[in-house]
């Protein structure tokens, strides 16, 4: 299982960033710097690496980072993974990112102060995660200025994943077990609980396990209309003398907003990878979760055609 | 329910009734709030409430938006608000700071309980200010037991949004009107 989680942990994305031509202030101009981007990771943290590459180029001023894909801004507090797999459904090798360090768009994208900005973002979504699993923050407020600075680290070390695991597990935020009747915690289609696989007094009911498919279809019904006659009319779960374990937590990002009426789900991206629907949730929850305790689900959609009325 | 047991937050299911007044000038602060509404929540909760406070006894008049909107993950309510000038240029975080009342707003600001993020706004996808919503049902259960009569007959989710609005609105100067709370 550590093999699985490691591979992913070290995944990477290639990136070949282009300076803006508005601030290339010499000729030539610089080539684009090429740059191995690590999946968990985010884009401010690679300004030190790029700058040098373009610093004798660049208008004077102050400094003011920020990244764009074919004209889009793209928000610096979603892991680069996420950005890459959500807005290249064609994978794009090398990635082709433009940078600019002048025109902060101060209009559409928060402030960004390089490290810092990012380490508490990944703090604050850490704390969101505690705080749907446990009901509260304390794990994470509580952290030792040093449990931090290493958890820290291990992040945005290219994936120092033992160190990571050290410092997490005291934060008491668990895996998640199989699920084999489909408990869903109904008052928020964003979280989950499950029964945890520490139990083993034959809470294992029979029936089919909670696939990732079903994750999908709980969180997008719209785009499933035909209801399934399986696992997902199974009750909730009432039983006092279940161990409520945490509930992992999914964001999904959706990657159009048209009306479900003929959209299907074309494809499903996690870490890069389109598992089997088949697969466990548990199994994707497990090994596919980023270092902020969120499962990024991209999906990808087919959108019905347009009939486009003619002239009479 | 069980006041005792309550863990501060509100869960959707619970039906939400805004009660509106439109008050007139008191301390040349002016609320308009939406007019009797009952909104319920749902699974895809959000509650936006817009109000706008108007101060108008600066040279340099600061317009601020208030939206109210559902945090599903942290189940209550959070303060999203901007601030601008009449000519649009938007206000940076340190003249907000000026701006705001400076006795209970820095108490508020200092507490561990409420301190203002910059965030993009769930729906209208800008930055806007955030009041952090991670201590919000520790101090709305702490606000819920201190009333005797409460912890026996049980909280009213109608008294929720008020008494949330009460704590969180004085961080941007924002007074709620004791008629408001009388209502039936």
């Given at each position: 299982?550590?093999?699985?989680?490691?591979?992913?942990?070290?995944?990477?994305?290639?990136?070949?960033?282009?300076?803006?031509?508005?601030?290339?202030?010499?000729?030539?101009?610089?080539?684009?710097?090429?740059?191995?981007?690590?999946?968990?990771?985010?884009?401010?943290?690679?300004?030190?690496?790029?700058?040098?590459?373009?610093?004798?180029?660049?208008?004077?001023?102050?400094?003011?980072?920020?990244?764009?894909?074919?004209?889009?801004?793209?928000?610096?507090?979603?892991?680069?993974?996420?950005?890459?797999?959500?807005?290249?459904?064609?994978?794009?090798?090398?990635?082709?990112?433009?940078?600019?360090?002048?025109?902060?768009?101060?209009?559409?994208?928060?402030?960004?102060?390089?490290?810092?900005?990012?380490?508490?973002?990944?703090?604050?979504?850490?704390?969101?995660?505690?705080?749907?699993?446990?009901?509260?923050?304390?794990?994470?407020?509580?952290?030792?200025?040093?449990?931090?600075?290493?958890?820290?680290?291990?992040?945005?070390?290219?994936?120092?994943?033992?160190?990571?695991?050290?410092?997490?597990?005291?934060?008491?935020?668990?895996?998640?077990?199989?699920?084999?009747?489909?408990?869903?915690?109904?008052?928020?289609?964003?979280?989950?609980?499950?029964?945890?696989?520490?139990?083993?007094?034959?809470?294992?009911?029979?029936?089919?396990?909670?696939?990732?498919?079903?994750?999908?279809?709980?969180?997008?019904?719209?785009?499933?209309?035909?209801?399934?006659?399986?696992?997902?009319?199974?009750?909730?779960?009432?039983?006092?003398?279940?161990?409520?374990?945490?509930?992992?937590?999914?964001?999904?990002?959706?990657?159009?907003?048209?009306?479900?009426?003929?959209?299907?789900?074309?494809?499903?991206?996690?870490?890069?990878?389109?598992?089997?629907?088949?697969?466990?949730?548990?199994?994707?929850?497990?090994?596919?979760?980023?270092?902020?305790?969120?499962?990024?689900?991209?999906?990808?959609?087919?959108?019905?055609?347009?009939?486009?009325?003619?002239?009479? | 329910?069980?006041?005792?047991?309550?863990?501060?937050?509100?869960?959707?299911?619970?039906?939400i009734l805004i009660i509106g007044e439109h008050n007139s000038q008191e301390e040349h602060d002016e609320i308009s709030c939406p007019q009797k509404e009952?909104?319920?929540?749902?699974?895809?909760?959000?509650l936006i409430d817009i109000a706008t406070l108007v101060q108008s006894n600066?040279?340099?008049v600061p317009y601020y938006d208030l939206h109210i909107i559902?945090?599903?993950?942290?189940?209550?309510p959070?303060l999203f608000f901007r601030a601008?000038?009449?000519?649009?240029?938007?206000?940076?975080?340190?003249?907000?700071?000026?701006d705001l009342p400076?006795?209970s707003a820095?108490?508020?600001?200092?507490?561990?309980?409420?301190?203002?993020?910059?965030?993009?706004?769930?729906?209208?996808?800008?930055?806007?200010?955030?009041l952090?919503?991670?201590?919000?049902?520790?101090?709305?259960?702490?606000?819920?037991?201190?009333?005797?009569?409460?912890?026996?007959?049980?909280?009213?989710?109608e008294l929720?949004l008020l008494s949330w609005l009460s704590v969180v609105g004085q961080v941007v100067g924002l007074r709620i009107p004791l008629e408001m709370l009388n209502q039936?």
């Amino acid at each position: 299982m550590m093999e699985a989680r490691k591979y992913v942990w070290e995944g990477a994305i290639p990136l070949q960033i282009h300076l803006h031509e508005s601030e290339v202030t010499t000729l030539p101009p610089p080539l684009p710097a090429l740059i191995l981007a690590p999946r968990i990771g985010y884009l401010p943290l690679l300004v030190p690496h790029i700058k040098p590459h373009f610093s004798s180029t660049l208008p004077p001023g102050i400094d003011t980072v920020w990244f764009d894909y074919k004209g889009l801004p793209l928000k610096w507090y979603i892991p680069t993974g996420i950005l890459f797999d959500l807005l290249c459904a064609e994978p794009e090798r090398p990635w082709n990112l433009t940078v600019h360090f002048r025109g902060y768009p101060g209009n559409i994208l928060i402030p960004c102060e390089g490290e810092d900005s990012v380490k508490w973002s990944f703090i604050n979504s850490l704390k969101e995660a505690a705080y749907i699993i446990n009901g509260n923050c304390k794990s994470v407020m509580n952290m030792s200025q040093p449990d931090q600075v290493e958890l820290w680290r291990s992040v945005i070390n290219a994936g120092n994943l033992e160190a990571y695991i050290r410092v997490s597990s005291k934060l008491k935020l668990g895996t998640v077990g199989d699920e084999y009747a489909a408990d869903l915690y109904s008052s928020s289609l964003n979280s989950r609980q499950s029964i945890g696989d520490t139990d083993s007094t034959g809470q294992v009911k029979t029936g089919k396990c909670f696939t990732l498919l079903d994750a999908v279809k709980s969180l997008l019904p719209e785009y499933f209309p035909y209801k399934s006659l399986n696992n997902e009319e199974s009750s909730r779960e009432e039983d006092k003398d279940e161990e409520k374990v945490p509930s992992e937590n999914l964001s999904e990002h959706v990657e159009s907003c048209y009306s479900s009426d003929d959209a299907e789900v074309k494809l499903v991206r996690i870490q890069g990878i389109e598992p089997k629907l088949e697969i466990p949730f548990s199994w994707v929850v497990n090994n596919l979760v980023n270092p902020e305790h969120f499962l990024h689900l991209c999906v990808c959609l087919k959108l019905p055609q347009v009939k486009i009325p003619s002239d009479t | 329910m069980d006041i005792l047991s309550w863990d501060g937050t509100l869960s959707s299911g619970g039906r939400i009734l805004i009660i509106g007044e439109h008050n007139s000038q008191e301390e040349h602060d002016e609320i308009s709030c939406p007019q009797k509404e009952e909104t319920s929540c749902s699974e895809k909760e959000e509650l936006i409430d817009i109000a706008t406070l108007v101060q108008s006894n600066c040279s340099k008049v600061p317009y601020y938006d208030l939206h109210i909107i559902y945090s599903a993950s942290y189940r209550v309510p959070v303060l999203f608000f901007r601030a601008y000038y009449s000519d649009g240029e938007p206000l940076g975080f340190n003249a907000i700071e000026k701006d705001l009342p400076a006795h209970s707003a820095k108490a508020l600001l200092d507490s561990k309980w409420t301190f203002i993020t910059q965030e993009e706004h769930p729906y209208l996808n800008r930055p806007w200010f955030k009041l952090h919503p991670c201590g919000t049902s520790e101090w709305m259960k702490l606000l819920f037991h201190v009333d005797v009569s409460v912890a026996k007959n049980g909280v009213t989710i109608e008294l929720y949004l008020l008494s949330w609005l009460s704590v969180v609105g004085q961080v941007v100067g924002l007074r709620i009107p004791l008629e408001m709370l009388n209502q039936p």
